[in-house]
């Protein structure tokens, strides 16, 4: 990634809003747009996004379940199975 080329002032979006969603759309780039010389927002493709927020959600999820297993609160692999068969089962014989 370039990031010289991918960071770019604010009066580049005002100027040339067109052409800066065109490039981001059709590059899959992320553009970092600059006020006052420091870095206020990014414009990312929706696709991108969508894919930036599943990750987010993953490793939430990830710290989740690792603090979960340092607190000690864990079930073996066999009890979740029996669980998980047991939960099956009743719910073909209720079906």
Do not use: C
């Amino acid at each position: 990634m370039n990031q010289r080329a991918d960071v770019k002032p604010i009066t580049y979006l005002k100027n040339r809003t067109a052409d800066l969603v065109r490039r981001v759309s059709e590059e899959g780039r992320t553009v970092t747009i600059t006020q006052n010389g420091e870095a206020k927002v990014v414009v990312m493709d929706v696709e991108v996004y969508d894919q930036w927020r599943k990750a987010m959600a993953l490793l939430k999820v990830l710290a989740h379940a690792e603090a979960e297993v340092e607190a000690g609160r864990t079930v073996s692999q066999v009890d979740v199975f029996r669980r998980a068969e047991a939960l099956l089962r009743r719910a073909v014989l209720n079906g």
